[in-house]
């Protein structure tokens, strides 16, 4: 294996690799910094690229792409509080307001850094322990994911707000929202009025820009006509001071990220979220948080990066794609000649260790590319707010409008912009809502399958063959009495 | 000399003259065309769409690009093309349980028999029944064995009902009046990923993608779809009595009905060269796809053939 290591590691070394790394990295962020487009879009779309590529420059140009529209997704995030994604969510809630105070490259530096350390090291964990993080994802299934969402949710609601009470029931607002639609399992139209356009339920695209920019921009419109910018400076950069302040944030986060990666259909979304959340438990004043914090941000995008490593496990050690990112992966490594399964360690280890060899490079020169081009995004904000806030306001429909060409997707849009706006008078946090949003499909399908695999009786079977799942659920009243203490009555 | 020349012009005139009635769609296609997929990104279709507009921009003169419409089980994106003009620059890149099974469990906004007409079928993915290597279902007798033995006991993990794996695994319990716990799982993907960690006992794959798991020991598969044996020793579908057109996913190009005669012909050339083309054969047969064409007219056959089929098993299954 160290001999298949250390040739990939000569594969891997080539100019046309790196060349193309940096034109899928470039690419991706491009994408996903431009609301509506996917990062899964461009994948798609720059897919058969590959097929006439050399696999080892083919594939890292695709998990270039990748890479490079996940931290694509927090520039908008960060700049004009427009997440393009649930993953970005987290990222906003500091970044924005870090941004109003003038400091958005301080913003996006720390995003930058936290994602690449997030990544390298979970890619690189994943490289060293791939045998026996392939024997745990086999461990979980339905009942156990049921049993991590509803976890998940539970810990989000306790410790997103200052009131629990009222993220409790924005989440299970959310949460009723998700139902909306054809019911996933049984096929049954739930709270449609008949609509056709509601049959595939509530779309995240519209309620995303509606919830977070919609409000912000009516902020600065009505705030006042005489404010010139929404922020004069864009601010000095990071330092590496810090960075180090954060470090430890950005371990823990990686550590939560790379185990959330491991369980599969957990995702970013969750990552983002609990390792949020856990850096606001640690913290000796949880109060900023929410309020500018870098180490928010650092905590949020640490997470969510460090997540891909391990979902790429089940499709190199099975062929197995768990998503759909992975599924263009799949096709592309199939397209190129490499089967992905059990034998595709002896059969071509050391292309499987060149690309993964890459895959670390592309991060390295990810850092060296996103640093150049931050003062260029930064500058965003120093656009006079009378050309800005049309600007803005174009790319939230057009990027609603974008997504799948649907008029009813606009009026989603401004139902959720209105929606957002009075929940901010009220002071009720819109966050615990979309986490409620995202979360309830899958925690409603995985209830439905173990309730499928229990053949109706669920008890029975669950204490037959599921008690790892059972002790999880046992387990969340106490977690979250516990954190509800230290968090749910801090002052605010 | 001069004379012939003359006539020559005239005859072209003429033809010009005639063809004038048509000229709307001589030059077809003169704009790119777009190929509406109604499901999400990454999918086999997805993966197959994009081979497929690879190449054929080389025999249109015209670029095809997909369009990803999911949502509500195919039926956002299938609306979208039967509301479309008819004039052949959009198309549905579909397969036959959308198409055709569709109709029957849903209340749908079109009609998938009026509304459309099938251009091409480019291929068909044959699925397989798949156990674990150490199941103790060594041929396809003895799961159904096991499955009438224990009525509902045995766990079949699909990926979503009325799908691709869900679809077959019902005719097989239907033809063998067998019942099966049909389990849901988003995708192909983690249905197998739940046979093999032991949460299911059976599931359906396509085994053109499973090379790397049957060579490595870890699955077995009991019987394939097709009308000829996929592996030299285990049988076909219609050989252990499920007969009929089942467990074939038939990927097909579809136009809005209306679409004139020359735009069909001028698409349907153009596959019948894709075909045939050696950088599409090589690709599609890395990714394990087959490559057959069936065109329009021959397909329309099928389709009603599916229809029936469909309805009779719906009904069986609903206990209507």
């Known amino acids: 294996m160290l001999e298949q290591l250390i040739t990939g590691f000569g594969m891997a070394f080539r100019v046309d690799t790196f060349l193309m790394m940096s034109a899928g990295l470039f690419a991706g962020m491009l994408v996903g910094a431009l609301p509506g487009f996917t990062t899964l879009l461009a994948m798609a779309i720059l897919l058969p690229i590959s097929f006439f590529l050399d696999p080892i420059v083919g594939i890292p140009f695709l998990l270039g792409v990748y890479k490079g529209g996940i931290f694509g997704g927090s520039i908008p995030a960060i700049l004009v509080s427009m997440p393009g994604t649930g993953a970005a969510v987290a990222t906003s809630r500091d970044g924005y307001k870090l941004t109003k105070q003038g400091k958005s490259r301080k913003a996006l530096d720390m995003a930058l850094c936290s994602s690449v350390f997030g990544d390298t090291v979970s890619d690189f964990f994943t490289m060293l322990m791939i045998f026996p993080i392939a024997f745990l994802v086999m461990q979980f299934g339905p009942p156990e994911l049921f049993a991590v969402l509803l976890l998940s949710l539970v810990i989000i609601a306790v410790t997103s707000g200052n009131s629990p009470i009222k993220c409790l029931v924005m989440m299970l607002f959310g949460l009723w929202l998700s139902f909306i639609g054809t019911d996933p399992l049984g096929g049954v139209e739930r709270f449609t009025f008949g609509l056709f356009d509601l049959r595939s339920g509530i779309p995240l695209l519209p309620m995303l820009i509606g919830l977070f920019a919609i409000p912000e921009i009516a902020n600065v419109v009505m705030k006042s006509s005489k404010v010139q910018q929404l922020s004069a400076v864009t601010g000095e950069r990071m330092t590496f001071g810090e960075f180090r302040r954060c470090f430890k944030t950005i371990c823990r986060s990686t550590v939560i990220g790379t185990c959330v990666g491991i369980v599969p259909g957990l995702g970013q979304v969750v990552a983002a979220m609990m390792g949020y959340s856990a850096a606001k438990n640690a913290s000796d004043h949880p109060e900023t948080f929410g309020e500018g914090e870098l180490e928010g941000i650092a905590a949020a995008e640490a997470a969510n990066n460090a997540v891909n490593g391990p979902t790429m496990v089940p499709l190199l050690t099975l062929g197995i794609p768990g998503d759909n990112v992975t599924a263009i992966l799949l096709g592309a490594f199939v397209a190129q000649g490499l089967r992905p399964g059990p034998q595709l360690f002896e059969e071509q280890g050391a292309t499987v260790f060149a690309i993964l060899v890459a895959m670390v490079f592309a991060n390295l020169l990810f850092l060296v590319i996103g640093y150049l081009s931050i003062p260029f995004f930064s500058r965003i904000v120093q656009i006079k707010t009378s050309i800005l806030v049309p600007v803005v306001l174009m790319f939230a429909f057009a990027g609603t409008f974008v997504f799948r060409s649907d008029n009813f997707d606009l009026l989603m849009l401004v139902a959720f912009g209105v929606f957002g706006l009075i929940a901010k008078a009220g002071k009720f946090d819109v966050m615990p809502m979309v986490m409620g949003f995202i979360l309830g499909s899958p925690l409603e399908y995985a209830f439905g399958q173990t309730m499928a695999m229990g053949n109706g009786a669920l008890l029975e079977f669950m204490f037959q063959e599921r008690l790892g799942a059972i002790s999880v659920l046992l387990s969340i009243p106490v977690i979250g009495y516990l954190l509800w203490r230290r968090l749910g009555r801090a002052p605010a | ?320």
């Open chain 2, 1 to 320: 000399m001069f004379s012939s020349t003359l006539k020559k012009l005239a005859l072209a005139s003429g033809l010009a003259m005639a063809a004038l009635g048509t000229a709307a769609y001589a030059d077809y296609p003169e704009r790119p065309i777009t190929m509406v997929i109604p499901f999400g990104p990454g999918g086999s279709h997805d993966l197959n769409a994009r081979v497929i507009t690879s190449i054929i921009p080389t025999y249109l003169e015209q670029a095809m690009i997909v369009r990803l419409t999911p949502g509500a089980g195919g039926q956002i994106g299938t609306q979208e093309v039967a509301n479309a003009n008819p004039d052949g620059y959009t198309l549905l890149f579909t397969h036959n349980y959308t198409d055709m099974l569709t109709q029957y469990v849903e209340n749908l906004p079109y009609d998938p028999m009026e509304d459309f007409i099938p251009i091409a079928r480019v291929n068909a993915a044959p699925i397989g029944v798949v156990v674990r290597a150490d199941s103790p279902y060594e041929t396809f007798e003895d799961l159904v064995a096991a499955a009438a033995a224990d009525p509902g006991g045995l766990r079949m993990a699909h990926s979503g009902n009325w799908g691709a794996l869900f679809v077959p695994a019902a005719q097989i319990m239907q033809s063998h009046d067998v019942v099966m716990n049909l389990v849901p799982y988003q995708g192909g993907g983690p249905a197998m990923q739940a046979l093999l960690s032991g949460d299911a006992d059976v599931t359906m794959g396509f085994p053109a993608t499973l090379g790397s798991l049957i060579d490595a020991g870890e699955i077995r598969i009991l019987a394939t779809a097709g009308e000829e044996r996929m592996f030299d020793d285990i049988p076909t579908l219609t050989e252990v009595g499920v007969v009929g057109d089942v467990g074939d996913m038939h990927r097909v190009l579809m136009a809005p009905a209306g679409t004139p005669d020359e735009v069909v012909e001028t698409l349907t050339a153009a596959f019948r060269e894709l075909v045939n083309d050696t950088s599409f054969t090589r690709m599609m047969g890395r990714l394990g796809e087959s490559i057959e064409l069936i065109e329009g007219d021959e397909y329309q056959a099928m389709r009603e053939q599916q229809a029936v089929a469909y309805e009779a098993l719906v009904n069986s299954l609903t206990g209507q």
